[in-house]
């Protein structure tokens, strides 16, 4: 099974992970295309790989030959500086071995600011963790709550920290699942400011181009209403509301600027325009949506449906369900990766990680007779 597996991604390598920069844009170019011209999905299965147990998210290097698993691993909230149990995993895309385990307390989150350095937030010990891809080091652990915030009695965190939204080469917004938001310098490892509490369970971070500002999914249930929220840096505070129900959570943003945003308990998929703030269309899938993500044109959304163990691909051109492919229990994690050639999925409820090739499907030519 691992050789054929190997085999099958090898030929998919060939204009991908392992190739020069240039190259690898000439294949985003390539699926763009393809993408455009597409009548339809087909995913085709490559491997399952095991992780370690409850993996929460996955990031797929744009040029590296590997991939970063983030694993909570019940890692809890005992009051102790052991790290561990939870995890990030980096696994070879090619080979699909275990290159390194990087010991954590709670891994949620996976973020690659540059193509040689990985964040990750540790959600049960307050912290956004830097980490070099060359060297396998951490290079800092940045705090996102001042010294003079309590933690929970008998643990090291208070707020638990969630998506990391970088703002420039060395500093970071981090929302907080119990808290507000913070703003990190994560090559210091230092806290530059930290946001009170402004809605319930803020997660999903959106940045609003031209303005030192950023909308916020606010999840909301069971501690609110769910809502995105306009938050301008400069005036430290939420200035527009948008009270949409259910539990806006995750967004990823179109390469025309518009956004898609997921709404988890409400099972729908907004079109949003953070220019002039206002949702232009509404989907629904269901399901327990859990992360949202698209092929290189934006055309194509890639869902993963937790309560259905399911990836749906929704074509954003007529919002119908193109594809429904079941997956592992419980699917959490999900990344397209950058030249829209493979999408990976992780598993939660049975530590594993699901690999499959994308096909873009091409009409058929009209034969003569």
Known sequence: MLRSASLLLATLLVASCSTPQSKKEDAVASIKELAANATGIKLHFIKRIKTDAQPKQVCLHPLRDEFYVANLNNGGGAATKKLGPGSLQIFSLSTFKLLHSE?????????????????????????????????????????????????????????????????????????????????????????????????????????????????????????????IVKFDMDQGKVTSRIRTGGSPRHVVLLPDGKALISNLNSGEIYLFDPATGKILHKTYAGGGINTIDTDPSGRFVFISQRELDLVSVIDTKTWETVLKQHVGDYPTGLDVSYDGKLMAVTNFHEASLDLYSIEYIQPTANKEP
């Open 103 to 227: 010991p954590a307390r709670t891994a949620v989150e996976c973020f690659l600011p540059d193509n040689d350095h990985l964040l990750y937030s540790d959600m049960f010990r307050d912290e956004v963790v830097y980490f070099d891809l060359n060297t396998r080091k951490v290079l800092s652990r940045t705090p996102i709550k001042p010294d003079t915030i309590k933690n929970f009695s008998g643990t090291e965190y208070r707020y638990m920290p969630k998506i990391i939204e970088p703002t420039s080469d060395s500093t970071a917004v981090v929302t907080l699942w119990l808290g507000g938001m913070s703003q990190i310098n994560f090559k210091e490892g230092k806290l530059i400011k930290n946001y009170e509490r402004f809605c319930a369970l803020p997660r999903g971070i959106l940045p609003i181009p031209g303005q030192n500002a950023f909308y916020i999914m606010c999840y909301g249930i069971p501690q609110g209403p769910g809502e």
